[in-house]
T-cell receptor, first 115, second 114 residues
Framework: DAEITQSPRHKITETGRQVTLACHQTWNHNNMFWYRQDLGHGLRLIHYSYGVQDTNKGEVSDGYSVSRSNTEDLPLTLESAASSQTSVYFCASSDVYSSSYNEQFFGPGTRLTVL | AQKVTQAQTEISVVEKEDVTLDCVYE???????LFWYKQPPSGELVFLIR??????QNEISGRYSWNFQKSTSSFNFTITASQVVDSAVYFC???????????FGTGTRLQVFP
């Protein structure tokens, strides 16, 4: 079955380290998104991509970067992790060619702790 | 600017009670989409419904129903005869045409006690 996966599911790192969170989808969806979930804020958009080589900043993009070298993957990199980036991170994808084109399918989430 | 407001932070009910979760949105677009997602204690996000701005018909799916009113910019979600398994955080979200980006509300935590 097609799916969207995230790895690792849990990560503890130290302030200042570079961290990369993986997101992989097998639906061949063009659109992919990264959100972070924090208490009192709901989910907020970090970065998104509408296709290979396309990346865009979301609402809370500072300190994060993404790259899209193929359709299936959108890795999220924290260039120098900060304690304020402790959060749960969700990846999502959607199919621009589907009748429900903006319905997003979410991965299981990655819980990141920055000490 | 787009915004979604879920004023109810937490709601507690006893099983079999009906409960309504409120969602108020702001957008300047005439074409937009509204969503509800459920996040159970296990943490995953479960899609419940998508409604476009041109379809104001209420929708019912089993014990779930949704009331979309453009006049008040609201898209409320009612659970009839609530069950313990309905305990979760529920998110309302907005997407404007041609963007696909979701703007989420802050969520409402529903606790259903036996």
């Amino acid at each position: 079955d097609a799916e969207i996966t995230q790895s690792p599911r849990h990560k503890i790192t130290e302030t200042g380290r570079q961290v990369t969170l993986a997101c992989h989808q097998t639906w061949n969806h063009n659109n992919m998104f990264w959100y972070r979930q924090d208490l009192g804020h709901g989910l907020r958009l970090i970065h998104y991509s509408y296709g290979v080589q396309d990346t865009n900043k979301g609402e809370v993009s500072d300190g994060y970067s993404v790259s899209r070298s193929n359709t299936e993957d959108l890795p999220l990199t924290l260039e120098s992790a900060a304690s304020s980036q402790t959060s749960v991170y969700f990846c999502a994808s959607s199919d621009v060619y589907s009748s429900s084109y903006n319905e997003q399918f979410f991965g299981p989430g990655t819980r990141l702790t920055v000490l | 600017a787009q915004k979604v407001t879920q004023a109810q932070t937490e709601i507690s009910v006893v099983e079999k009670e009906d409960v309504t979760l409120d969602c108020v949105y702001e957008t300047r677009d005439t074409t937009y989409y509204l969503f509800w997602y459920k996040q159970p204690p296990s943490g995953e996000l479960v899609f419940l419904i998508r409604r476009n701005s041109f379809d104001e018909q209420n929708e019912i799916s089993g014990r779930y129903s949704w009331n979309f009113q453009k006049s008040t910019s609201s898209f409320n979600f009612t659970i009839t005869a609530s069950q313990v398994v309905d305990s979760a955080v529920y998110f309302c979200a907005l997407s404007e045409e041609d963007t696909d980006k979701l703007i989420f509300g802050t969520g409402t935590r529903l606790q259903v006690f036996p």
